[in-house]
């Protein structure tokens, strides 16, 4: 089984790491999640990230308390920035339909998630709820981000109107609209090398003819991923798959 992964602090991740320390603290709630929850002993193996693509590999060296363990590093890793990156645009979703894409989209390796009030979306984020409803996707990033091993954790960006998101597909290297009349599949689409792929997912009641109008005008082809409908909530989980082997990152 492969050693679980908790979050440090990323100043304190970086100025190690340039120092070439050989032990690092974990304390506060990540070590209390660690030695209470998971109950990690001296001996076991463990890895420290700053979820920015560092990383501290090593052994519990002591446990203290409650809260607090000390690693021993054995070797430190910097995963680079991937290529090209993946950026899924999701439509507000029902209930928690919203965190399981998120869950699903970060275990799979999307690299960006961008919240989006699509006219057609029942879910609308507004004021107290809309900040709580954020924060749940931005911890649900977090803490499946840990159980998929990852060093780099997706950003969750702030939620954005239509016209915000066209601008979002009008900078990307690729980009498109998940669509069940696409006229092309997107596992024959011809994708880049290098750059952003920007790829919006519409809410349960599909993409508006005036969004896809705006879309497509930023550069945003439809396309379809096979021939059956998958919902919102899944729809981005497979086109990330697709696209991550298509690209090679898979590989």
Same mark, same amino acid.
């Given at each position: 089984?492969?050693?679980?992964?908790?979050?440090?602090?990323?100043?304190?991740?970086?100025?190690?790491?340039?120092?070439?320390?050989?032990?690092?603290?974990?304390?506060?709630?990540?070590?209390?999640?660690?030695?209470?929850?998971?109950?990690?002993?001296?001996?076991?193996?463990?890895?420290? #990230?700053?979820?920015?693509?560092?990383?501290?590999?090593?052994?519990?060296?002591?446990?203290?308390?409650?809260?607090?363990?000390?690693?021993?590093?054995?070797?430190?890793?910097?995963?680079?920035?991937?290529?090209?990156?993946?950026?899924?645009? !999701?439509?507000?979703?029902?209930?928690?339909?919203? %965190?399981?894409?998120?869950?699903?989209?970060? %275990?799979?390796?999307?690299?960006?998630?961008?919240?989006?009030?699509?006219?057609?979306?029942?879910? !609308?984020?507004?004021?107290?709820?809309?900040?709580?409803?954020?924060?749940?996707?931005?911890?649900?990033?977090?803490?499946?981000?840990?159980?998929?091993?990852?060093?780099?954790?997706?950003?969750?960006?702030?939620?954005? #109107?239509?016209?915000?998101?066209?601008?979002?597909?009008?900078?990307?290297?690729?980009?498109?609209?998940?669509?069940?009349?696409?006229?092309?599949?997107?596992?024959?689409?011809?994708?880049?090398?290098?750059?952003?792929?920007?790829?919006?997912?519409?809410?349960?009641?599909?993409?508006?003819?005036?969004?896809?109008?705006?879309?497509?005008?930023?550069?945003?082809?439809?396309?379809?991923?096979?021939?059956?409908?998958?919902?919102?909530?899944?729809?981005? #989980?497979?086109?990330?798959?697709?696209?991550?082997?298509?690209?090679?990152?898979?590989?």
């Amino acid at each position: 089984m492969t050693a679980p992964v908790f979050l440090a602090d990323r100043d304190l991740l970086h100025r190690l790491r340039h120092e070439g320390a050989t032990a690092v603290a974990l304390e506060g709630p990540e070590g209390r999640h660690a030695v209470s929850v998971r109950r990690l002993r001296v001996g076991e193996e463990v890895v420290l #990230t700053d979820g920015a693509g560092t990383g501290a590999y090593g052994t519990v060296a002591a446990v203290e308390g409650k809260d607090r363990l000390d690693v021993a590093v054995s070797a430190w890793r910097e995963e680079p920035e991937p290529r090209p990156r993946i950026t899924v645009v !999701q439509a507000l979703p029902k209930g928690d339909r919203g %965190e399981l894409a998120v869950e699903t989209m970060t %275990e799979t390796g999307a690299d960006a998630i961008v919240p989006w009030a699509a006219a057609r979306c029942v879910t !609308q984020w507004r004021g107290e709820r809309g900040t709580k409803a954020l924060t749940k996707w931005r911890t649900t990033a977090r803490e499946a981000g840990k159980q998929a091993r990852r060093l780099r954790f997706p950003e969750v960006a702030g939620p954005m #109107t239509t016209r915000e998101v066209a601008g979002l597909l009008a900078d990307a290297a690729f980009a498109g609209v998940l669509h069940e009349e696409g006229g092309e599949p997107l596992a024959t689409a011809e994708l880049p090398a290098q750059g952003d792929i920007v790829l919006v997912v519409g809410p349960e009641g599909g993409v508006s003819p005036e969004e896809l109008a705006a879309f497509g005008e930023a550069g945003a082809k439809p396309y379809r991923l096979g021939p059956t409908v998958l919902r919102t909530s899944t729809a981005g #989980t497979a086109a990330t798959a697709l696209l991550l082997g298509r690209t090679g990152r898979w590989s």
